[in-house]
């Protein structure tokens, strides 16, 4: 079993930062891409940011200058530092990560998500 543990979320003013955090466990073998996907009330999910194993990163174009992602590999964790926040980003973020386990083979797991709020 693996699991995706999301922190970081929280309601903060337009042209605020956040900085959210996830962290993989379990019976992990190795992590290959990461990400940071987003879901706005209503809305579908989308991709904000990826990362590589090599530290390749990709951004959605709306995000891109604003938002950063890295990970400590290390740790397991992935980050997202989100500057100059704006109310339409607003949206509960969710991690992902592509993970070897130990017992399962490959597994494509999601965290449970954490909550972001941006107040105009």
């Known amino acids: 079993q693996v699991r995706l543990v999301e922190s970081g979320g929280g309601l903060v003013q337009a042209g605020g930062s956040l900085r959210l955090s996830c962290v993989a466990s379990g019976s992990i073998v190795s992590i290959g891409t990461m990400g940071w996907y987003r879901q706005a009330p209503g809305e579908q999910r989308e991709l904000v940011a990826t990362?590589?194993?090599?530290?390749?990163?990709s951004y959605e174009a709306s995000v891109k200058g604003r938002f950063a992602i890295s990970r400590d590999k290390a740790k397991n964790t992935v980050y997202l530092q989100m500057n100059a926040l704006k109310p339409e980003d607003t949206a509960v973020y969710y991690c992902?990560?592509?993970?070897?386990?130990?017992?399962?083979?490959?597994?494509?797991?999601w965290g449970q998500g954490t909550r972001v709020t941006v107040a105009s």
């Open positions: 992902n990560a592509n993970i070897q386990t130990v017992f399962d083979g490959y597994r494509n797991a």
């Open positions: 990362i590589t194993t090599g530290n390749s990163t």
